[in-house]
């Protein structure tokens, strides 16, 4: 079974640095695409920022210039630099990776515990 767990959340003010880390272990698998997303309480699920295979990473408009990933293929690990923090970033930051694995004919996703972020004075 392949599992991702993140680390690096917590409280911070507004105008702050988090850096978010999420590291992907199991036996006999390839990352096809790693990213993070976040749940604000009463709201949905929404994307933060993607790295994928081909089309490199993407951000949401929300964060674009403020958040940047580092994605290192050989350790299996994304990271999510997050600058300029505002109050609106408070949510649960949860990894995402689309897995490839010999026992399964198709890519799936799996998804981390889910960090804390909390943005406030």
């Known amino acids: 079974q392949v599992q991702l767990v993140e680390s690096g959340g917590g409280l911070v003010q507004p105008g702050g640095s988090l850096r978010l880390s999420c590291a992907a272990s199991?036996?006999?698998?390839?990352?096809?695409?790693m990213g993070w997303y976040r749940q604000a309480p009463g709201k949905q699920r929404e994307l933060v920022a993607l790295?994928?295979?081909?089309?490199?990473?993407k951000f949401a408009d929300s964060v674009k210039g403020r958040f940047t990933l580092s994605r290192d293929n050989a350790k299996n690990t994304v990271d999510l630099q997050m600058n300029n923090l505002k109050p609106e970033d408070t949510a649960v930051y949860y990894c995402?990776?689309?897995?490839?694995?010999?026992?399964?004919?198709?890519?799936?996703?799996?998804w981390g515990q889910g960090t804390q972020v909390t943005v406030s004075s």
């Open positions: 199991g036996r006999g698998f390839r990352i096809n695409a």
């Open positions: 995402n990776a689309l897995v490839s694995t010999t026992s399964a004919v198709f890519p799936y996703n799996v």
């Open positions: 790295s994928t295979s081909g089309a490199g990473s």
